[in-house]
């Protein structure tokens, strides 16, 4: 007697997001010249809204000088395939790669390319 049951296969979950939504990206210049301040920059990753995450560049900082608490101030944002262009235009991308990107949750596409050359081979 064959007793043999075979089950369906189980599908493999795609990674879930990581519960953390602020991630520390690097340090700019901001200010004039010879009198420059140091912005840290970080990354935030928006809720989805119609099916589309948007992704928004934040510092921390105080709206005036006699303020004494810090508030996180939007710098800019995006959606989810725009973002390697707004951490371009911020001077920050090269802070951060593609794949620590996609940890942060980001799930875009590139486009960008790069000619491969062979090393081993002689010309």
């Keep these: 007697m064959n007793n043999i049951i075979s089950f369906p296969k189980k599908e493999k979950r795609a990674k879930p997001l990581p519960k953390q939504r602020v991630f520390y990206i690097g340090f700019r210049y901001v200010g004039p010249f010879l009198c420059q301040d140091v912005q840290n920059i970080y990354l ?11 992704w928004s560049l934040i510092t921390y900082g105080k709206y005036d000088e006699n303020d004494h608490k810090e508030y996180s101030i939007e710098l800019d944002s995006c959606v989810e395939n725009d973002l390697p262009n707004l951490l371009n ?9 593609f794949d ?4 942060m949750g980001w799930r875009g596409y590139t486009d960008y390319s790069a000619k491969i050359i062979d090393i081993l081979k002689k010309s």
């Design 44 to 54: 935030k990753r928006n809720g989805l809204k119609n099916k589309v995450r948007t």
């Design 100 to 103: 620590e990107l996609r940890e």
């Design 89 to 97: 235009e911020f001077e920050v991308a090269e802070e951060v790669s």
